[in-house]
Nanobody, 115 residues
Framework: QVQLVESGGGLVQAGGSLRLSCAASGRISSISRMGWYRQAPGKQRDVVATITIGGDTNYADSVKGRFTISRDNTKNTVYLQMNSLKPEDAAVYYC?????????WGQGTQVTVSS
């Protein structure tokens, strides 16, 4: 089992920045990839960014150049630095980890961007 605890969401003005954190505990050694997804009201949950254990990253086109995903393996934590936020970035952001057995999801953290 893997447990995920997210933090860092909140309210920010358009153009501002936020940093999300997701700390993993439990069977850490089985994690191969960590990532962030988001879901706005009435929309499906979409990938924002992912990072593999080797450090390879992947981003949704809509956030490229503005968001940066990183991980601290010593703290078993993945981060999402979000800059130049836009109203359309507002959503509940979910941390996600992939193990050989299954996907795990965090509880979600709300990001609100005011125009």
């Amino acid at each position: 089992q893997v447990q995920l605890v997210e933090s860092g969401g909140g309210l920010v003005q358009a153009g501002g920045s936020l940093r999300l954190s997701c700390a993993a505990s439990g069977r850490i050694s089985s994690i191969s990839r960590m990532g962030w997804y988001r879901q706005a009201p009435g929309k499906q949950r979409d990938v924002v960014a992912t990072i593999t254990i080797g450090g390879d990253t992947n981003y949704a086109d809509s956030v490229k150049g503005r968001f940066t995903i990183s991980r601290d393996n010593t703290k078993n934590t993945v981060y999402l630095q979000m800059n130049s936020l836009k109203p359309e970035d507002a959503a509940v952001y979910y941390c996600n980890v992939l193990t050989p057995a299954r996907l795990y999801w965090g509880q979600g953290t709300q990001v609100t961007v005011s125009s």
